[in-house]
């Protein structure tokens, strides 16, 4: 056998499996999940309610740990976590501190090989998936760091989620587990640039989790421009699999929207981007760009984002302005690692 298996690589079910192919009890998992997730221990031998024995396997055949802190932004809103994983690969997640509580901006891969024109994570490319080890980790190191508990779950960090669907749906059980994580489904956010394939299989796994798409264009014309992924699935294919998701799950979707000067702004887009979700369970998160000095392209003022907003209401469109709460810290989606990846 190779590297010894983190025991924060596995869901509950594949725990208990583990155990009862290797001579244990099914409790056995339970009793190991409220060490590692309710008093967050990273000792077997700490684990005193468990057997001398089953301590033994568990030192022999395992490890328990979680990514790495190496580098912590700290400002008024948000807080931003460079991480160092197993094989010296590097990530980021962010805590934002909202009034209704701490919540959570994780990665989903190391890089991004989704290519949208206007993000940092992509220009570094995909390096590999992150493992549920690493997925929860993140989850569990902050939460242990500051010592607090983290209410909300968006996965909106570096990378495409549903790139990594797999390990994406093994995280989910993880999140809402009532003994592991134990974040209810609706506190949970997944963003996607919109695999639509992905979506219906989402849809159909009929969770209350909610789904975010970063569609940042009203046509296939500016879509295709900016983001890659519009050249695999149009605009249209990518509403119909929304409806499809709302139709399953009754939940409302977020339209995220970026706003880039002079490329997406303009009041046409606006009027273009309220016909196609009006009437809709859906309701547009309009995010002003954060700049980063690798790309031409410029975040809109604030006039030109407030009449965009003011003619999505004007057809009664469900919209709000996302607080830019990282601007300051090296900022949103791939951009401290990008530093550091890069020596700065
Ligand atoms: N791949 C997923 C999740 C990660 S990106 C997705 O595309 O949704 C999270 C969000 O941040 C996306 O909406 C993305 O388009 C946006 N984003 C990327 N770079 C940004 C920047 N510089 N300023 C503001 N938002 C950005």
Redesign the pocket.
């Known amino acids: 056998m190779g590297e010894n298996m983190n025991i924060y690589d596995f869901t509950q079910e594949e725990l208990e499996s583990f155990l009862i192919e290797n001579g244990y009890k099914k409790f056995n998992a339970l009793q190991i999940i409220d060490w590692m997730y309710d008093k967050k221990e990273y000792d077997f031998n700490k684990m005193t309610n468990l057997s001398k024995k089953l301590i033994s396997f568990l030192n022999e055949n395992m490890i328990i740990k979680t990514p790495e802190v190496i580098k912590v932004e700290k400002s008024d809103l948000a807080n931003k976590y460079l991480l160092r994983l197993e094989d010296n690969n590097k990530i980021e997640c962010v805590l934002m501190n909202h009034d209704y509580g701490y919540s959570l901006c994780v990665s ?1 891969q190391v890089g ?1 090989n ?1 290519g ?1 024109s ?4 992509g220009r570094l490319k995909k390096v590999r998936d992150l493992k549920l080890e690493e997925l929860v980790g993140q989850v569990i190191c902050v939460s242990k760091y500051e010592n607090i508990r983290i209410d909300s779950i968006v ?9 990594n669907f797999n390990n994406i749906k093994r995280f989910i059980s993880v999140v809402i587990n009532p003994k592991m994580i134990n974040i209810g489904q609706r506190h949970l956010t997944i ?4 695999l639509v394939p992905k979506i219906y299989e989402f849809a159909d796994m009929e969770t209350g989790v909610n789904l ?3 569609l ?1 264009a009203p046509n296939n014309e500016i879509r295709d421009k900016i983001m890659k992924i519009n050249h695999a699935y149009k605009i249209e294919k990518v509403m119909e699999a929304l409806d499809y998701y709302i139709s399953k799950t009754n939940r409302r979707v977020t339209i ?1 929207y ?1 706003m880039l000067e002079g490329i997406n702004d303009s009041d046409e887009c606006a009027k273009e981007l309220a016909n196609l979700v009006k009437g809709k369970l859906m309701y547009v998160n309009l ?6 000095t690798h790309f031409e392209l410029k ?1 809109s003022n604030d006039f030109k984002i407030k009449s965009f907003y003011d003619i999505l209401k004007s057809y009664n469109v469900n919209v709000t302005i996302r607080k830019e709460m990282g601007g300051n810290l090296s ?5 401290l690692r990008a530093n550091v990846e890069e020596g700065e």
């Open positions: 989903s991004c989704m949208c206007f993000c940092e994570s996965v909106m960090g570096i990378g495409e989620p549903f790139d963003s996607t640039c919109g975010a798409i970063s940042h995220e970026i995010i002003p760009y954060n700049e980063t975040r900022a949103a989606c791939g951009q």
